[in-house]
């Protein structure tokens, strides 16, 4: 069963959550670890910036990805998203961190750029274009989501690998 929850901030969530970026060839590093959002580099048009965003990446093969981000909203409030699948494009779960389903999501490669699309039950939805730096340790995401109110928004999101952060599977 789907659990309701703020469209908005559902795709905020989308957005920051799954900047996950699989790397495309083996002389680049691969994604796995640690990753902070950097507030001041990014900007954000959809609602207001979070206070923190953490993006462990656990999984992040040729073939698949798998990850789990942990935010504190404007507001103060905690959650933690996660999400797996393959990166063919298929829409897979997102979940809460009981497991409850809140949205689907895709992502797949498109040479060095990861594409994610995004649905939300009550009719929001994005696509997003993932870059990653030279050195490996930045990644921006230009998210655009259409909210359910039918007004689009765009936002960038700038994250930063955290030296020697290795994920934990909680």
Known sequence: MLKKVNTATLLVVLLNASLAIAQTTATKKSAEGVWKIDLKQSKFTSEPAPKSGTLTILKDAPDAMSWRYESVDATGKSDTWSWSGPLDGSMQDLKSADGTVIAK????????????????????????RVTTSADGNTFTDVVTAKLQDGKTATDTVVFHRVADGKPNSK
């Not at 999501?105 to 997003?128: A, C, Q, W, Y």
């Open 105 to 128: 999501e895709s992502m797949k490669r498109d040479g060095d750029i990861m594409l994610r699309h995004g649905e939300v039950p009550n009719g929001g939805t994005f696509d997003s």
